[in-house]
């Protein structure tokens, strides 16, 4: 794990302004594909993971009622495979509490998954790529000195440069702890799909409460295009103009129809940047 402090010399060759505006954009996906549909009908609800160097992770439950304050319900009657694009294959184990995982394929960068599952007679199957970790080159903070109406305090402006790839979509979620205590909505996003691909990318995020000494620790994952547009789409069901709608929708999974949540492929690396 590598130590960041204060780093004000960096100059990317290019530039590419991404990440959420305020902590109010932020995301966890973990959280956000447990949206209850806006019908009595349960609907299977998944949630699955293939990571670098890690086994495969799934978990299963049903969604309840939209207005219904009901826990979700485990699923442990599935069957549940992970497969990979050159003929390697995995049945996975219900641990219980709906958690499946595989004892014995780990994610490899640069590598396509297919996460199956079969119940009730019907068969649901996703792809997710995964890609290598993405490289940091520095983090940079800065206090601004503005602030949007009705804010405490003025925020801190903190930046990653990341190596811009040419040639491969380079897509992002971010999850940040302060002082040990996690940013309560968990991940920003960041992707280069709308610029064009250079040596150097810029991630923009803008934190309230930041002080200088304090830690931050970000937990930055490489993701593939499709999961970044899944993530962006809940980001806007949460807090965008879906957000008051009176028919909220899901966001499409890539599992198929009849089914909620993704299965996401990542890879990611971890980092400390103590403030100056």
């Given amino acids: 794990m590598k130590i960041f402090t204060g780093m004000k010399q960096v100059k990317p060759v290019q530039t590419i302004v991404l990440g959420a505006v305020f902590t109010g954009l932020l995301i966890s996906c973990e959280e956000l594909i ?9 609907v299977l609800v998944a949630e699955g993971y293939m990571e670098k160097d890690s086994l495969c992770r799934v978990r299963l439950s049903l969604s309840s009622d939209y207005f219904s304050a009901d826990a979700e319900e485990p699923v442990e009657d ?3 495979r992970v497969l990979t694009a050159d003929g390697e294959e995995e ?5 219980g509490d709906g958690v499946y995982k595989g004892s014995r394929l780990r994610g490899t960068p640069d590598k396509d998954y297919t996460l199956e599952i079969d119940r009730n007679g019907k068969h649901y199957a996703g792809s997710s790529y995964l890609y290598p970790p993405a490289e940091i080159r520095g983090i940079f903070s800065e206090e601004l000195a503005f602030a949007p109406p009705r804010a405490e305090g003025l925020p801190r402006m ?16 971010l999850k940040v702890m302060h002082n040990q205590v996690p940013v309560d909505l968990g991940y920003f996003l960041a992707t280069d799909m709308y610029g064009e691909n250079g040596s150097s990318l810029e991630m923009s995020l803008f934190l309230f409460g930041t002080e200088v000494g304090d830690t931050l620790e970000l937990r930055l994952y490489s993701i593939d295009q499709k999961s970044y547009v899944y993530c962006s789409q809940l980001n806007e069901t949460l807090y965008g103009r879906m957000a008051t709608s009176a028919t909220p929708y ?3 999974s890539n599992l198929g129809e009849g089914i909620m949540g993704y299965f996401m492929a990542r890879s990611r690396i971890d980092t400390v940047f103590i403030v100056e």
Avoid: K, Q, S, W
Avoid at 34 to 41: P, Y
């Fill in 34 to 42: 447990e949206i209850d549909l806006n019908r009595a009908d349960p």
């Fill in 78 to 80: 599935a069957t549940v």
């Fill in 91 to 95: 049945l996975l184990t219900c641990l």
């Fill in 158 to 173: 903190v930046i990653l440069f990341l190596t811009d790839h040419p040639g491969r979509p380079d897509n992002y979620l």
């Fill in 250 to 252: 899901n966001p499409a």
